[in-house]
């Protein structure tokens, strides 16, 4: 098959050289070389009205990231340094990522709702959705929810270097699995149907290629390479609200949330993942001081709520533990000499003589 570029769309230019068009999303199609990963909508626009029965079929399966190692159907359990595989759960028949303190980020396209964490099924808190935006009213593919009850974990942390390019990730989703290995394309490249019938957790590895807007979402792609690392990985469909894991100073981190794909210079069979594939993550970086305010307690927000200097525990000693809401300290002074003192201070700089007075 002769490779040929797509007749119409945008042209993006990525960091390894490739040159890459692409459709809107309005005119996604079989064709379309860009996918959503996942959910009703995109099923909807991906199979069409004439394949609805296909649609139906798949509803109550979930996915995984395709993966060249082995077989494909390996890490299916989380690896041994685990970036967070407990954190990253199934939200329908596509992915989540809980952070922590009752609060789930996944794509806007996948959407609220219940989410299951390690096998247990979290009710979607009505109403709690809150739209992801770069501050200047360009909304992204990323939403955050709450979940109620919820998981007692950890919070999860959230990478705020605003370049990881190059550096290795962890890919988690749950998308569809790797089927049949396919060749297309002059000179040829290799490739793997989807495996339609099958979706599991899975994790898979990359390197952060680029990054680039994405239908008004900041994100950074990784690409899958022929050559690539042991477990090279690219999303498939289901892999959307799936987690990208990138470790920074020894500690994992979310870096970002699958969302789309791109199939750029080649076309290639319906529903497969091919080198030179990219796979779109949502750059958390980018948005993390937005998300952190809505879902972290004050006492881990990275702010100083109370104006006292002192910024989440455990330096401001008003914390309890991370998950404490409340950075200010109780009303009343404390009788000791150093709670009256601060207090004096308080009341000094304020000026106020009524509430000096009460000193006294
Ligand atoms: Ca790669
Ligand atoms: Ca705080
Ligand atoms: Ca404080
Ligand atoms: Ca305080």
């Known amino acids: ?45 991906l199979y069409g009205l004439a394949s609805f029965g296909v649609c139906l079929a798949l509803a109550g399966s979930a996915g995984a990231v395709i993966i060249d190692s082995g077989d494909g159907t390996g890490n ?53 959705k809150i739209r992801i935006d770069d501050g200047m009213g360009n909304l992204a593919d990323l939403i955050v929810f709450q979940i109620d009850p919820a998981p007692a974990w950890a919070l999860l942390p959230i990478n705020g270097e605003p370049d990881i390019s190059g550096e290795p990730v ?37 390197l952060v290629d680029a990054y680039e807007n994405v239908d008004d979402t900041d994100a950074f792609s990784t690409l899958f390479d022929q050559s690539g690392l042991t477990h090279e990985a690219q999303a498939a469909l289901g892999d959307s609200g799936g987690g990208v894991f990138v470790k920074n100073g020894g500690q994992w981190e979310l870096a970002g949330v699958m969302f789309a794909t791109l199939e750029p210079g080649c076309v290639q069979p319906p529903d497969s ?43 401001d000693p008003d914390c309890t533990d991370e998950f404490d809401d409340q950075e200010k300290g109780p009303l009343v002074p404390s009788a000791s000499p150093g709670g009256l003192a601060a207090l004096a201070a308080l009341l000094l700089t304020s000026g106020g003589l009524e509430r000096r007075r009460r000193l006294r």
């Open 1 to 45: 098959m002769r490779c040929r570029p797509e007749k119409t769309g945008a042209v993006a230019t990525f960091s390894n050289g490739q040159r890459a068009r692409r459709l809107s999303l309005r005119r996604e199609s079989w064709h379309s070389p860009r996918v959503r990963l996942h959910s009703s909508r995109a099923r909807s626009v």
């Open 273 to 315: 993942a091919f080198h030179g594939n990219l796979t779109y993550a949502s750059d958390l970086a980018a948005y993390r001081e937005q998300i952190i305010s809505i879902v972290r307690p004050e006492c881990a927000d990275e702010i100083d709520n109370d104006g006292d200097l002192l910024v989440d525990y455990p330096d």
């Open 76 to 128: 299916t359990s989380a690896p041994a340094d685990d970036p967070g595989w407990k954190y990253v759960g199934a939200r329908w028949a596509s992915g989540a990522v809980y952070l922590g303190n009752g609060w789930v980020v996944t794509a806007n396209h996948v959407g609220p709702g219940d989410v299951n964490l390690d096998g247990v099924s979290y009710p979607y808190v009505p109403d709690s």
């Open 170 to 206: 962890i890919m988690i989703g749950r998308g569809k699995g790797r089927g049949a290995s396919q060749t297309a394309c002059h000179p040829t490249k290799n490739g793997y149907l989807w495996l339609l019938t099958s979706q599991t957790m899975r994790w898979g590895e990359n």
